[in-house]
């Protein structure tokens, strides 16, 4: 008897609350949007299809060794949405300044793993398990760390993805 006592209340919980978010909806206002009113480009797509992988990798080497600084390699493609979270992360007030003061930063687009994969191999990564994938280095080219890590389970909130790469700064 407990058994049901107990599964019968957390049923009438259970519609209670329905009931109150449903309450809420119907006297919420409601926010129109003018149609005429054009919505905002969206963001840009945080990989350039059409750099030059190469000689972008190549000026943030020649960057960090002037700066000191360490280089972040940001492998991924415009389709993925774990990529598209990061970069934007990436582009918080918040934690651009600091990004940009410990790290000479570029992106590369791996396109759906069949463009400039030759950046990868330079930094001996035999095959990408994953994007976005990171690598941080030291100017002189040595790997600190190459992982897709940033954006697995234990990282997926802003804040974790942001410790994770403050780790990794001077």
């Not at 206002?29 to 030059?52: C, F, G, S, W």
């Not at 598209?84 to 990436?90: S, W």
């Not at 804040?159 to 790469?165: F, G, K, P, R, Y």
């Amino acid at each position: 008897m407990a058994r049901k006592s107990y599964w019968v209340s957390g049923v009438l919980a259970a519609l209670a609350s329905a009931l109150a978010v449903a309450n809420a909806a119907v006297t919420a206002p409601h926010v129109r949007i003018a149609a005429t009113k054009q919505l905002p480009t969206p963001l840009p797509y945080p990989y350039d299809e059409m750099a030059n992988a190469d000689a972008a990798v190549d000026a943030a080497f020649v960057r960090a060794k002037a700066s000191g600084k360490r280089v972040l390699v940001d492998l991924g493609g415009n389709w993925c949405p774990d990529c598209r979270i990061l970069a934007g992360v990436m582009a918080l007030p918040e934690v651009k300044p600091f990004l940009e003061k410990h790290f000479e930063i570029v992106s590369v687009d791996v396109g759906r793993f069949d463009r400039n994969l030759q950046i990868p191999v330079r930094f001996r990564i035999a095959k990408l398990g994953g994007v976005p994938w990171l690598v941080i280095a030291k100017p002189d080219g040595t790997v600190l760390t190459s992982s897709y890590e940033v954006t697995d389970e234990h990282h997926s909130r802003p804040q974790a993805m942001v410790d994770w790469l403050a780790h990794w700064a001077n």
